[in-house]
């Protein structure tokens, strides 16, 4: 199974805002990293939880949807088409998001989860 780097995750996770104090500075909770790839991330300024999924093979093994939808994602930056999914997370019920990496210039962003859009 693949799983990204940490500190990759930690980094991006910079992108998202936190749900409650809508603060950006998170960390990723070392004791919950393990072999399942459900990681828990940590708001540095208010310590609220959320999940961090990182198996997104199983993942996209699981929602053959996701995959056909990726590649009609455009890049803010190059403005072309195609992102791979680096991993995801659930920042409150209401709202969940996808951190991709365009194909093309290799730019990272997020996405909101095409699952509860179209759902
Ligand atoms: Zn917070
Ligand atoms: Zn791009």
Redesign the pocket.
Known sequence: MSQPDVQYVQDQLRLAQCAICKKSRFAIDSRSIGDDGNWKALCLDCHYHFPVYTDMEFYLQTQPDVSYRLKDIV??????RGVSLDFRIAMSVRESRYFVT??????PFTEQSFLEVYE
């Not at 890049?75 to 072309?80: D, M």
């Open positions: 890049c803010p930056h190059c403005h072309q365009c194909l093309h210039c290799g730019s």
